[in-house]
């Protein structure tokens, strides 16, 4: 096995066991906690297919800014095991089924795809993850949508603030 | 490496993600969960965007054909990160009307 295989799946295994740990969690600290361990695995998997510059925003944007809003709000809350809710049995046991029905069909779809069987991602490789090319596609193809953005993201901090203000 | 094994890793992740928002009653740890299925879809559509240029770079190796892909990520995440601070903002509210952050509180919604 190659170097790319074995990081391929160490990093495979730790972002599924991490994304089991975040839901067989009890306290809600320890599932964010988990959360930002599954996050730092897929950057590892953004860096082995040389997305560069989506590892970092990966890391500063959803482990760095949003798990610690995450964090911020479970601490204001104060919640520990005693108050937390928990949903019946069968409706776990009917949550789990319907989530291995979807997995089974998807699965037994991607196996019969011929088309895919003979198509590789390439890793190590290619430029295209590379800030200088995505800034030039950025600011060059997608200079709308980057202004819109913008005005969605006034009207996010409006809405929160509005939103958590005490009235 | 075979763009199958992407495609079952996230859905594994994402079939994770489906079973806690079904099963969990904490609305942090379902929103949690709809994190997680976000960074599923990112990771795959980077992987098929390096699909398509090993394709497209056979014949031309300056191609950048996959661009668009990443650039799509790059907006899922902006998206998201506006979409938290409101989704925690509402929580907020909820856990000071109701002092609790049980989801079946919000079935009062419906009367």
Redesign the interface.
């Given at each position: 096995m190659s170097t790319t295989e074995i990081l391929f799946f160490f990093l495979s295994a730790l972002a599924i066991f991490s994304a089991i740990m975040v839901l067989i969690s009890k306290n809600p600290i320890y599932s964010v906690l988990w959360l930002v361990v599954t996050f730092f695995a897929i950057s590892g998997h953004y860096i082995l297919l040389n997305a560069q510059f989506l590892a970092i925003v990966n890391i500063i944007v959803y482990a760095g800014a949003i798990m610690v809003l995450f964090l911020f709000v479970v601490m204001l809350m104060n919640l520990n095991q005693q108050n937390e809710p928990q949903k019946g049995l069968w409706m776990k046991v009917a949550g789990v089924v319907s989530g291995g029905c979807f997995l089974m069909v998807f699965v037994s779809l991607v196996r019969q795809a011929v088309d895919l069987r003979t198509k590789v991602a390439m890793t190590t490789g290619g430029d295209i993850g590379l800030i200088k090319n995505l800034g030039r596609v950025l600011f060059n193809d997608y200079v709308v949508p980057f202004e819109i953005t913008s005005v969605l993201f006034l009207s996010a901090m409006v809405g929160a603030i509005v939103m958590g203000k005490k009235d | 490496?075979?763009?199958?094994?992407?495609?079952?890793?996230c859905?594994?992740?994402f079939?994770?993600?489906?079973?806690?928002a079904?099963?969990?009653?904490?609305v942090?740890?379902v929103?949690?969960?709809i994190?997680?299925m976000f960074?599923a879809v990112?990771?795959l559509l980077?992987?098929?965007?390096?699909?398509h240029?090993?394709?497209a770079?056979v014949s031309d190796k300056a191609s950048?054909?996959?661009?668009?892909g990443?650039?799509f990520?790059?907006?899922i995440?902006?998206?998201?990160?506006?979409?938290?601070?409101?989704g925690?903002?509402?929580?907020?509210?909820l856990?000071?009307n109701t002092h609790?952050?049980?989801?079946?509180f919000l079935n009062r919604l419906k009367n």
């Open positions: - | 490496m075979p763009i199958q094994y992407y495609i079952y890793l859905l594994v992740l079939s994770i993600g489906i079973i806690g079904l099963t969990r009653r904490n942090i740890i929103f949690m969960c994190e997680l960074n990112n990771l980077v992987a098929f965007s390096k699909m240029l090993a394709a770079s950048t054909v996959g661009s668009d990443q650039l990520v790059f907006f995440m902006v998206v998201a990160a506006a979409e938290v601070s409101v925690l903002a509402i929580i907020v509210m856990f000071r609790s952050v049980d989801i079946n």
